[in-house]
């Protein structure tokens, strides 16, 4: 058993300021290579706007305060693989730095963009508490951005907060109806609260504007699976990865659809690589080990690699049951049953009351030194 990822979309889980986070890590560096100039590699545009370029070409125009990652330095030059294009690096700075740069200038004008800018900065950091107290300070000086109360609602969501965040988005909503950020927020968690009739208002509001939206190609994916129209939502993944091929979002949702639909091989596939790109998604990686694990089909079944991903996951996130169970699943598979037994067990109180039966009914598998293989054509969960 393993949970839909009801909310897989790159604006749900890695935010959405006034700009774009791609799920792709930087290319890591050689002993002899020169510093990254960003050890993360994500960049901040600073106090102008910024182009991405491919030769002559403007690709993209980015306002100050933009959250990119990017995956490759060549001499002054950054590579967005989102748009796949390079930047100035004299246009961006460093997150690490960002913090400090914006405090300085806060100490000589505080203003409301300088305070959401820092905000920003302290949000990708993980400075929770200090992002929303800068967000406050923007929102008193300009209370009709928009794109501070979408900011401010991602730092609510952070901070276990959804219900306050869904405020704010719908509260920006309320002063920019067409605020993109604030839609695809919004539907993303519409979509983690089940409710995709809702989602998809906000899903076509966007797509009407942009029909190419990689991230609400994949959130209408997610809704449609919702709802059970699963040749539907792998057409929108399909759609998605055209338009963004490197969007390891839209692969694990691919991957999850194709599991659903029996295309075993091809889910798997997609999951390795969206891992590849984004190796931190512990989702994506127990979706992969569950497959691995359980596949009625024999020759997608790997137990090793299927222990090594779900012990990943399950390190990340210990307290998950469902990454637990997966484990469990994982051992059983490797003939390791006493510690399949010990992780099923250890899962059971922290799942809910629907899915101990399941899970209890493995243990008992385990103990009779079985391990579990999903039935064909099994319901995906």
């Not at 501070?148 to 959804?162: D, E, H, T």
Request: charged content about 25%.
């Amino acid at each position: 058993m393993t949970p839909a990822p009801s909310g897989w979309s790159l604006w749900f889980n890695c935010a959405a300021w006034i700009g774009v986070l791609v799920a792709q890590q930087p290319a890591p560096a050689l002993a002899d290579d020169p510093p990254p100039f960003s050890r993360s590699g994500v960049v901040m545009v600073s106090e102008t706007s910024a182009s991405v370029m491919a030769a002559e070409k403007v690709l993209a125009e980015f306002p100050p305060g933009t959250v990119l990652r990017y995956s490759k330095e060549n001499g002054p030059w950054l590579l967005i693989p989102r748009h796949r294009g390079w930047i100035k690096r004299t246009a961006v700075l460093p997150i690490e730095l960002a913090e400090d740069h914006y405090s300085s200038i806060l100490a000589e004008r505080p203003t409301a963009d300088a305070f959401h800018h820092r905000g920003i900065a302290r949000l990708e950091t993980g400075k929770l508490p200090e992002a929303i107290a800068d967000f406050n300070e923007a929102q008193a000086r300009n209370p009709k951005d928009a794109a501070v109360l979408v900011n401010r609602g991602v730092a609510r969501l952070r901070s276990g907060n959804p219900d306050a965040a869904l405020q704010e988005f719908t509260a920006a909503l309320q002063i920019d109806p067409d605020e993109l950020l604030a839609l695809i927020n919004r539907s993303s968690l519409l979509l983690e609260r089940g409710q995709p009739d809702a989602a998809l208002i906000d899903i076509e509001a966007i797509l009407a504007v942009d029909p190419g939206s990689a991230e609400a190609l994949v959130n209408r994916g997610v809704a449609r699976r919702l709802q059970g129209r699963l040749d539907e939502a792998l057409a929108d993944y399909n759609l998605a990865l055209q338009a963004w091929p490197e969007y390891a979002e839209a692969l694990a949702n691919r991957g999850y659809v194709r599991k659903a639909l029996g295309d075993h091989a091809a889910a798997l596939e997609d999951y390795e690589r969206a891992l590849q790109l984004a190796p931190e998604l512990s989702a994506v990686m127990n979706d992969a080990a569950w497959l691995l694990a359980t596949c009625p089909d024999e020759s997608v079944r790997n137990p090793q690699r299927a222990v090594q991903l779900a012990e990943q996951a399950a390190a990340l996130a210990p307290k998950n049951g469902d990454y637990l169970d997966t484990l469990a699943a994982a051992y059983a598979a490797a003939g390791r049953f006493e510690d399949a037994i010990a992780r099923a067990e250890a899962a059971l109180p922290l799942l809910g009351e629907a899915d101990r039966g399941p899970v209890s009914a493995r243990i008992e598998d385990y103990r009779r030194q079985r391990p579990f293989v999903e039935t064909r054509n099994a319901p995906s969960n």
